[in-house]
């Protein structure tokens, strides 16, 4: 069936029963087969493989790809083979569970490119493999019981797009349908677009161009050639011909037009006004704060005399974040029934017919339950583990939850969650409470990493579930099984890779020289390490303009975000999309820009779907960045696979 979806209208007048109703009445499958054995095993399994991928691509660039896309289009591809020889057909719930197992799996690298490998170095050890899945799987347990309290806010009542999560949905109902000609014709749009961008994605990828021109064609190293995905770049302007603000070269402040095929997609998901948004706090920060605070000295250039994206963030990423936090809670207190409503039946009798989904909901009991229970158990492993007293781990994980709700309301809005930033907040908080104390710094701070990552992520796995009609609390239980899929693939990859792997004597794991590398730099790491080098001498080290740029910054969010609530989402301007602006680079938010910017021209969220019929890019828009979005993914982990394995 087609993905039936409520008007803007209806979003903003309907309340939270009322859209549950129109949900359960329009869009719910019932009993359709869902979290099978069948489909578990399938998430599992290629959630482990992706997963391994992501730790390449993740140790090379400091981001974790999702990978739900990746998953749904190999397992309908595998099981049409295998219906051929008589297996039943795979439904498209099926499909979706399987998603939501790989994708939690996708997600359990971060910490082994990021707080976890940062740890290891600053105490010159490294943690027993065992330690490390009992860690990271407890810690991602503890951000599923975090998630759900947030549904009911971001997905049944404001409808949130969760862009990633969007596409995932259109690709499943694309490849699924087959008993309608609209359906085929989604399916054949999103197999071009898929292709194209495969293509585009083929021509750019260095390691599979090196091979083919190097390896099979004998061509000469120097005269291999790749498309430059970076527009600077491709015409030369680099080094001293690259264009300069304030005496900085642009490729230093990341400020360069590019083609990152992938991120245009997900730009053509999030609309015109999140898009114009983070455009426009992408200006702001790296074309006019930052070049003015190297010149002022407040962001200091690294060794080489250059400024980077990790220099600009170390000062940029504190009003993004302050931003964020006023723009995500400004709701919170303007509409908090949506939120306690998911607390409702706990704390008094519960009128009859006032939760319509209670028989399919992830019970609220669970996570009111769960929390504190899981909570305990992580103070008491960071205890067992890194030494850290209980009640220095429990003491932050009110400022954890806060934190999950910020970059969920981040996630819902560009599929980006700034993990990163955010895990950044809980690291000052801990320089307060315990001043150089670096490894509970680390330790502490990577427990808001994974549990903002996990429930953000558990929201966007959920979003194409809602789409089509699936249970959620079969979507949690399978997002629990992908946590282990993940933490043991890519943890027993950890070790070959970056202990044994590189010339280290096996018989020494205290050696860990070489978990950054020429190869495999992790720069997450390095954010990490920085920070908590710096919060241990006292937060008189931060530079003096952040208190006065996080005030502003706030003050600007509390304004736009009261004005958009005033007008009922009419305002153009969106104050999470520029805070998040300030801690990614400027070419991410320049292709995400690109891609809204090219679907608004041709139509979308410009001609009402009303008044569209006929238009290729209105109707089709979402299976048309899906496949962009699958095809430049699928491209991309093949170049990684070759660069790694063949060169």
Partial sequence: MAIKELTEEQIREWSVEQKDRWWLENVYRGNM???????????????????????????????????????????????KILQKIGVKEFTILENNAMQSIATSAGYMTAPLISSLAAYMIVNETILPWWQ??????????????????????????????????????????????????????????LAIAAGSA????????????????????????????????????????????SPKIRGIPVEQLTVSPALDVAMIGAGGLMGIRAANSLLLGAIINFC??????????????????L???????????????????????????????????????????KKAGDDVLKHIEFPSWISLVGIPIMSVVCALLANWFFGIAVWVSLVGLPLTFVLSLVAANSTALTSTTPVGATSKITQLFYGLVRPGDIQANLATAGITAEVVGNSSNLLMDIKPGYMLG???????????????????????????????????????????????????????????KGVAELLSKGLDQLPQSVVTAV?????????????????????????????????????????????????????????????????????????????????????????????????
């Fill in 33 to 79: 087969p869902q979290l099978t054995l069948r489909s578990a095993l399938t998430g599992f399994l290629l959630g482990g493989v992706l997963s391994a991928t992501n730790l390449y691509i993740g140790a090379k660039t400091g981001w974790s790809l999702g990978v739900g896309i990746t998953s749904v289009i190999l397992a309908f591809a595998i099981f």
């Fill in 307 to 349: 400024v980077t994206f990790r220099q600009i963030t170390m000062w940029s990423l504190w009003p993004g974040v302050a931003a964020m936090v006023v723009a995500s809670f400004v709701p919170l207190f303007a509409k908090p029934e949506v939120f306690v409503g998911a607390f409702r039946g706990l704390l008094g009798k």
């Fill in 132 to 189: 490390i899945i009992l860690w990271n799987s407890a810690i991602s347990v503890l951000g599923v019981l975090f998630a759900f309290p947030m549904k009911r806010r971001f997905i049944n009542d404001e409808q949130h797009p969760f862009p990633e999560g969007k596409a995932a949905g259109y690709v499943m109902e694309s490849l699924h349908s087959s008993d309608a000609s609209v359906g085929m014709f989604k399916a054949k749009v």
């Fill in 288 to 305: 006019w704060l930052a070049p003015w605070m190297v010149e002022a000295g407040q962001i200091q250039k690294n060794a080489k005399g």
């Fill in 551 to 647: 005030v502003i910054a706030s003050g600007v969010a509390l304004v736009l975000e009261i004005t958009r609530l005033l007008t009922k989402n009419r305002l153009p301007l969106s104050p999470v999309a520029m805070g998040l602006a300030f801690v990614i680079d400027f070419k991410s938010a320049f292709c995400m820009w690109l891609g809204a910017f090219l679907f608004w021209i041709l139509g979308v969220g410009r001609i009402p779907e009303d008044k569209a019929h006929g238009n290729l890019w209105v109707e089709n828009h979402e299976p048309i960045c899906a496949g962009i979005i699958a095809g430049a993914s699928l491209m991309g982990i093949a170049d990684i696979v070759v660069s790694v394995f063949l060169l």
């Fill in 470 to 528: 699936a249970k959620p609390r079969q979507q949690a239980i399978g997002h629990i099984i992908g946590i282990f899929s993940g933490a043991i693939a890519s943890t027993l990859l950890f070790f070959p890779l970056f202990v044994t792997g590189q010339g280290i004597d096996p018989s020494k794991p205290e050696t860990i020289a070489n978990l950054q590398s020429d190869k495999f730099p992790m720069p997450s790491v390095t954010v990490w």
């Fill in 198 to 241: 495969a293509f585009i994605k083929f021509l750019q990828s260095e390691g599979i161009q090196a091979w083919i021109q190097g390896k099979l064609f004998k061509i000469a190293h120097d005269k291999v050639w790749h498309l430059k995905e970076d527009f600077f770049q491709m015409f030369g302007l680099v080094g001293e011909k």
